[in-house]
């Protein structure tokens, strides 16, 4: 079993900044490649980045890339989320995820966080 806690969400305007953090505990946390989705009411839950075990190849939703930057520290079983130049759209709720390999489909998830809200005004 893997948990998994979010944190970091809240209301910022649109153009500004948040970091997202998901903590793990459980099975060691670095054998799991980890991720980030985000949903908002009435859509499907989407993919928005990802990280190997190794923390050398990442890859975002194209919605995203250059915008936002995932990292992990496998010391702190912790895993980030940099989210700049927000926009109205990314208002959702972020969840972080943790799978056995790389992924972008919610089926392959094996473990989820909570939830955090992000809300960007504009």
């Known amino acids: 079993q893997v948990q998994l806690v979010e944190s970091g969400g809240g209301l910022v305007q649109a153009g500004g900044s948040l970091r997202l953090s998901c903590t793990a505990s459980?099975?060691?946390?670095?054998?799991?490649?980890m991720g980030w989705f985000r949903q908002v009411p009435g859509k499907e839950r989407e993919f928005v980045g990802g990280?190997?075990?190794?923390?050398?190849?990442?890859y975002y939703a194209d919605s995203v890339k250059g915008r936002f930057t995932i990292s992990r520290d496998n010391a702190k079983n912790t895993v980030y989320l940099q989210m700049n130049s927000l926009k109205p759209e990314d208002t959702a709720v972020y969840y972080c995820?943790?799978?056995?390999?790389?992924?972008?489909?919610?089926?392959?998830?094996?473990?989820w966080g909570q939830g955090t809200q992000v809300t960007v005004s504009s």
């Open positions: 995820a943790s799978s056995l390999a790389v992924t972008t489909l919610t089926s392959h998830v094996n473990y």
């Open positions: 459980g099975r060691t946390f670095s054998t799991y490649a």
């Open positions: 990280i190997m075990l190794s923390a050398s190849y990442t």
